[in-house]
């Protein structure tokens, strides 16, 4: 299936235009099992939302997990669900049973481990893998997605649901959903904004130059559905 590619003027607009897409979605299902991206990109989205949309979904319904957390404790300034919970999850009426944050203070292999047991727990198994609803995903300037980084491209055929990845440039220990579980997904939407990421985009959207060296070229679920929300600079030479 081809992916569907929605372009905005910036990333207030695609954070505007995916919010609505999300609600509308949201609203046409019951439960679900969304895994969010971290970064910079989705704060945008996550401030709409909390302002916007808090009494226009049912949050009940819905249960987020991470597609990758960076080890550090909740509190710290890089953490994924601190800054989802800052701008996001206190806004919103959300049972915090339904919140399933990566430990990122624990051991990170021993954290793999349980977040892929919780994962099995509670997402939908098929063929012996988790099929989560909906996975958000950001990319890097240099083509990584979740955190899944080029110089570790196995882990997007690991068999583990998660595994501990490593920031090529500071060492940092994360942890991430791996290949096999992203590709599984029944809706995968891509967040990308931004003049860093135009030349990797266009690599893979265009499948040409060096686009199987990224490994966010490598996201093409099996059966469900892809779609890339971009804004005009980083979809400027599409
Ligand atoms: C993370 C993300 C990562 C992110 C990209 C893009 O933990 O950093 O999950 O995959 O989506 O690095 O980051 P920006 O949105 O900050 O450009």
């Known amino acids: 299936m081809q992916p569907e590619i929605h ?3 910036d990333n207030e607009a695609v954070a505007a235009a995916f ?7 949201a609203g046409g299902k019951g439960k679900v099992t969304v895994a969010l991206s971290g970064g910079s990109t989705p704060k945008a989205l996550f401030r709409i939302l909390a302002e916007q949309y808090e009494d226009k979904i049912d949050w009940k319904k819905i249960r987020f997990f991470w597609g990758d957390e960076r080890c550090v404790l909740p509190n710290d300034q890089e953490s994924n669900y601190g800054m989802t919970q800052d701008l996001l999850l206190r806004h919103i009426d959300i049972p915090l049973a339904n919140i399933h944050r990566i430990k990122g203070e624990d051991n990170p292999k021993q954290e793999a481990e349980r977040y892929g047991e919780l994962i099995r727990e509670h997402v939908k198994m098929e063929d012996g893998y988790p099929v989560f609803d909906l ?7 240099d083509g990584h997605t979740a955190s899944i980084f080029p110089h570790e491209k196995e882990l997007l055929m690991a068999e583990s649901i998660c595994a501990v990845a490593t920031h090529p ?3 940092q220990k994360r942890i991430t959903l791996t290949g096999p579980v992203i590709n599984r997904a029944q809706q995968v939407v891509f967040l990308v904004t931004g003049a860093s990421k135009t030349d990797k985009l266009r690599q893979i959207i265009r499948e040409e130059g060096d686009w199987l060296s990224y490994p966010a070229a490598h996201i093409r679920p099996l059966s469900g559905k892809l779609d890339w ?5 980083a979809a400027a030479e599409l």
């Open 135 to 141: 996975i958000i995903l950001g990319m890097g300037s």
């Open 229 to 233: 929300f971009l804004d005009e600079a």
């Open 169 to 171: 440039e500071t060492g």
């Open 7 to 9: 372009i905005c003027c």
């Open 19 to 25: 919010a609505d897409w999300f609600a509308e979605w």
